[in-house]
């Protein structure tokens, strides 16, 4: 089994920043791509950024130039650098990887989520 444990959201003012944290473990032999998705009440899930490799990046249109995503791979981690931030980034912020367990059998897994409020 994977076990993503998310942290780093909370409140924040407009304009503040808040860097979001997702540990990986278990029995995993390689990770390919890990993302973050975030979801606002009454909205759809969507994707916020994503990481493939150590430098393919995609980042949806609302967050370029504000939010930059990051992996270390050594701690089977990913990051979320989150500037300038507005009252439309509040959601519950999802991470998500895709890889292979060492059996070949490959996997995908998500986080539990973690709240970032932005408001004054």
């Known amino acids: 089994q994977v076990q993503l444990v998310e942290s780093g959201g909370g409140l924040v003012q407009p304009g503040g920043s808040l860097t979001l944290s997702c540990a990986v473990s278990?029995?995993?032999?390689?990770?390919?791509?890990m993302g973050w998705y975030r979801q606002a009440p009454g909205n759809e899930r969507e994707l916020v950024a994503h990481?493939?490799?150590?430098?393919?990046?995609r980042y949806s249109d609302s967050v370029k130039g504000r939010f930059t995503i990051s992996r270390d791979n050594a701690k089977n981690s990913v990051y979320l650098q989150m500037n300038s931030l507005k009252p439309e980034d509040t959601a519950v912020y999802y991470c998500?990887?895709?890889?292979?367990?060492?059996?070949?059998?490959?996997?995908?897994?998500w986080g539990q989520g973690t709240q970032v409020t932005v408001s004054s």
């Open positions: 998500n990887v895709h890889g292979t367990y060492y059996s070949g059998i490959p996997f995908e897994a």
């Open positions: 278990g029995s995993i032999f390689s990770i390919y791509s």
């Open positions: 990481i493939t490799g150590n430098i393919a990046t």
